[in-house]
């Protein structure tokens, strides 16, 4: 099948997915944890008729609901101390139920920042060393390029996503969601270095081909493992995301669109780019 005659098309749907995640990321951001702000998470053991009654006497704090259950509430609130806590709990009446502070975390906005540039320089390092090292094992300059930029792809599309769930529905973002970006990226070069290999095997066996055709027969001899390799990885991360735990739940959907989005890249993102390189700076 001829794949990359709608090469124009593949890159249609990419703008068409990257270009509103991008708008969302550049003019709101990220929702970020207090992993990255810095401020204080707390855990409390109340009856349910007295939450609301925390809620006014952390007012000043600005309290945002993290997980509450008819026993308990987890609050994030700007930076405070242990005492500070104690002495509003201290100012609400028993009568309804007694509250207790059963977990009290203080992340400070220099680890924060510390945070966010290891997971700048983690992305920067990746690429540089991807760049040489595919370019190398696959002699040319535009196989390692191609699959930097595909790394790209799936990173703004991953930002662009949870920038859009974090102005609308309040998504934050965390070091598991770090975790899940830099897990994406190694597995949409995995897919890529599978299709560059084949592509390098049918370069040595067929002879008297354009390198479009080459391309778009080792896209159809690696259509099938691949979407049945990712397949096999999005039915486990739909179920991690339906019934998995809170704490979870949107680290599993962050790999969730990853895959996804890295098992297209793989295949339409880096071949089309591939082809356009060689049409513009290469003779067949």
């Known amino acids: ?30 929702k970020l944890s207090i992993e990255f702000t810095g401020g204080t998470q707390a855990e409390f053991g109340l009856a349910k008729e007295q939450k609301q ?3 006014l006497s ?39 139920g007694q509250i207790n502070l059963e977990s009290f975390e203080v992340v400070g906005p220099v680890l924060g920042q510390e945070t966010i540039k290891k997971t700048g320089n983690a992305l ?39 920038s859009i769930l974090g102005h609308f529905f309040g998504v934050e973002v965390d ?17 890529t270095i599978v299709v560059y290999d084949r592509i390098r095997e049918l370069s040595h066996k067929v002879k008297n081909v354009t390198f479009e055709n080459l391309v778009n027969q080792a896209v159809s001899e690696t259509m099938v493992r691949s979407l049945n390799n990712s397949l096999t990885i999005i039915f486990m991360l739909i179920a991690m995301f339906l019934i998995g735990g809170q704490s979870t739940k949107y680290f599993s959907l ?29 003779k067949e």
Do not use: C
């Not at 669109?257 to 780019?273: H, K, M, Q, W």
């Open 254 to 282: 962050a790999l969730l669109i990853g895959t996804i989005t890295g098992t297209y890249s793989s295949t339409f993102t880096v071949a089309p780019l591939l082809v356009v390189w060689n049409k513009l700076f290469e």
């Open 124 to 162: 920067l390092i990746s690429s540089v060393l991807l760049l040489i090292y595919i370019s190398y094992v696959f002699k040319q300059f535009k196989y390692g390029l191609s699959a930097v930029l595909a790394m790209l792809h799936d990173t703004l599309v991953l930002l662009g996503s949870f």
């Open 175 to 191: 070091l598991l969601f770090v975790t899940a970006v830099l897990t994406i990226l190694s597995f949409s070069v995995h897919d």
């Open 1 to 30: 099948m001829n794949w990359m005659k709608y090469r124009s098309l593949y890159f249609l749907i990419s703008g068409l997915i990257i270009i509103p995640g991008l708008y969302f990321l550049v003019t709101f951001g990220l």
């Open 53 to 55: 009654n925390l809620l």
């Open 58 to 96: 952390l007012s000043d704090k600005s309290p945002q609901i993290v997980f509450q259950s008819d026993s308990k509430i987890s609050l994030k609130l700007s930076e405070t101390t242990e005492g500070e806590i104690q002495q509003a709990l201290a100012n609400i009446g028993t009568a309804a």
